[in-house]
């Protein structure tokens, strides 16, 4: 309490912590001390008449008769935001039970964070093994704890710290129990939860976009789904994004094997070009893992006699004479980047970028990524694919990546694996399309940075990659090369279960996921098909998914799930013609 804050106590008993805090506390911190009994009770107590005075003498101020689940109605309360509040030991008294007290913690969380400046904290004492987290000893069920964690959710708080509950730092503090009774609480293992507010959800929405292609302008709609993962510029110079720093790492140590170069081309997130040619660029896509985009609209821009640009419309035709996608793979520019007047054999050309590839909902798959694409020729009997793999290897054996060797044709290739994704890399050696550069192989290298971010990071889930929270880039500028440390601790995860009746031959999957990830803002963490059923005689079949909802990096509480989940449920019918079960 170094700067000037002002703090909230509430549920004081004989004010003994209080006055212990005001102690310690410089005099640059202002403390306002409650209590839930009347004046007369209060001074009843042992040792609360001085507690009481050397608070005053301070300058602090004391407050009876405080509701702390109803902050806001207290004149010497409302028109003030605080930097801390502190309640120790809540309990609604006798033999309240489980449900009771978890009531009494989000009543206090909601009406906490009426008062509480954007950047304060809720600090809330529990005895050992009420809180209900891993840091516990012993942790209890589910059923006997308070739940802590997720009934700070309730008022959008995540759980930033947890720390020993250490009283011999307050000179004088004497634990009075429920309401002052004689009985004080069990302070031995107890822990302080310290609380901070978390960023809301917000309902993406379809953009529209317009990428120029050669002479056509294309106007199109960004999935909704996508939207949030635009314009970003984590790749950006003055970038501290861990996706940035391990971009970084791996051409400082490309380095050592040739010459390396950044290319300034700025390739268009949309490509037009057909599904043969897809395959042909990289065998690992699919038609379903492509998002096939229809344009709005689209502008032929030509050059007329005069000079003048003449623009033309073809909203009006009936049907486009190309594909567009939302491109899947940078292998797709590969000819383009060795026919390039700045691509000299010998140098390794770096090219990066998003790319956009339809897959189901998990912690290791992401349906927008960085992709770091290299491209080199150099001579055949160098064997430089190899020296790639084993200076790449050097670097990131440890990560638990392996590297595995296959041989397709002419083509030389090594996929880069992990136990959560394999194939998310790969190594190829091509024999050169032209006669000019006889001798010489092109090696092109391609490997999706998130997922090796997460690696390298120890960061669990792909989605944190993309927070918004400014405590996730925080972390990476005071230390660029450290393992992650999580700013919200033990989220709640909610499991909710969905079925329907879909018709076999016209379901895909992967629509359905991309509902899920809209409808639910991104707040489910996996998708598992837990059971089938297709009907003997009417033709249709029954599917049933099993939904983890969880977040990271914002509060998600209970009801927030079940209005995410009913929402879906409304909302899935519609898009995918499907009947509930």
């Keep these: 309490m170094s700067k000037t804050r002002e703090v909230l106590l509430v549920g004081e008993g004989n004010f003994s912590f209080s006055a212990a805090l005001r102690e310690n506390a410089g005099d640059d911190v202002g403390v306002t001390a409650t209590c839930f009994h009347s004046e007369d009770q209060t001074y009843a107590q042992e040792g609360a008449a001085l507690n009481i005075q050397r608070l005053r003498e301070k300058g602090s101020i004391v407050l009876f008769e405080v509701d702390c689940t109803c902050l806001k109605e207290y004149e010497a309360i409302q028109h003030h935001l605080y930097d801390c509040i502190i309640f120790n030991f809540p309990h609604c008294g006798r ?35 009420q809180g209900g987290t891993p840091y516990d000893s012993p942790m209890r069920e589910w059923h006997n704890s308070w739940q802590v964690v997720a009934m700070a959710a309730e008022a959008g708080l995540i759980l930033s710290e947890i720390r020993p509950f250490d009283c011999e730092m307050y000179q004088g503090y004497r634990c009075t129990g429920y309401r002052s009774q004689d009985k004080g609480f069990h302070v031995e293992g107890a822990l302080t939860h310290i609380f901070t507010g978390s960023l809301p959800y917000i309902m993406p929405e379809k953009l529209k976009m317009e990428k120029t292609i050669g002479k056509e302008t294309v106007c199109f709609e960004l999935p909704a789904e996508l939207s949030e993962y635009l ?33 300034n081309e700025d390739f ?18 699919t038609h379903s893992d492509v998002y096939w985009i229809k ?118 290739q090594v996929w880069m694996n992990s136990k959560m994704l394999p194939k998310f890399g790969r190594l190829a050696s091509l024999p050169s399309a032209s006669d000019l550069n006889e001798g010489l192989q092109l ?94 005689h009417m033709g249709h079949a029954s599917l049933c998914y099993k939904l983890t909802y969880q977040s990271l990096d914002r509060a998600l509480s209970h009801s927030q799930v079940l209005g995410l989940q009913n929402q879906l449920r409304r909302l899935l019918p519609l898009r995918l013609q499907v009947t509930l079960r």
């Excluded at 989000?106 to 509480?116: D, G, H, P, R, Y």
């Excluded at 003055?238 to 791996?250: C, R």
């Design 231 to 263: 314009n970003r510029n984590f790749l950006g110079h003055q970038s501290h994004h861990p996706v940035k720093i391990v971009q970084e790492q791996l051409l400082r140590e490309l380095k050592s094997v040739c010459p390396v170069c950044t290319m």
């Design 268 to 285: 268009p997130e949309l490509v037009s070009c057909l599904p043969e040619k897809l395959q042909a660029c990289d065998s690992s896509l």
């Design 443 to 536: 090696n092109v290298v391609s490997i999706n940075l998130d997922h090796l971010a997460t690696l390298l990071f120890g960061i669990s889930d792909w989605r944190l990659l993309w927070s918004t929270d400014p405590r996730f880039l925080k972390h990476f500028e005071l230390d660029p090369l450290g393992t992650f440390c999580p700013f919200s601790l033990y989220p709640p995860s909610y499991l909710h279960d969905i079925s329907f009746w879909m018709d076999p031959d016209s379901y895909d999957e992967l629509d359905f996921h991309a509902v899920v990830r809209e409808v639910t803002c991104g707040a489910v963490k996996d998708v598992a098909l837990v059971d089938r059923f297709r009907h003997p």
């Design 295 to 412: 344009p709005t609209d689209i502008y032929i821009f030509d050059q007329s006699e005069n000079g003048q640009q003449k623009c033309e419309s073809m909203e009006d035709q009936q049907s486009f004479t190309g594909s567009y996608a939302l491109r899947p793979s940078l292998l797709l520019h590969v000819q383009e980047i060795t026919q390039n007047e700045d691509f000299s054999p010998g140098t390794l050309h770096v090219v990066n970028g998003l790319v956009f590839q339809r897959v189901p909902i998990s912690p290791s798959r992401s349906p927008v990524f960085h992709q770091l694409l290299l491209v080199g020729m150099f001579p055949a009997e160098s064997h430089t694919l190899q020296c790639f793999k084993d200076c790449l290897e050097s670097l990131l054996a440890s990560y638990g990546i392996s590297f595995e060797e296959a041989q397709t044709g002419l083509k030389q």
């Design 95 to 129: 033999k309240s039970g489980v449900k009771k007290n978890r009531i009494l913690l989000v009543k206090f969380f909601q009406s906490a964070v009426a008062v509480l400046k954007d950047n304060g904290e809720v600090h809330v004492t529990l005895c050992n093994g």
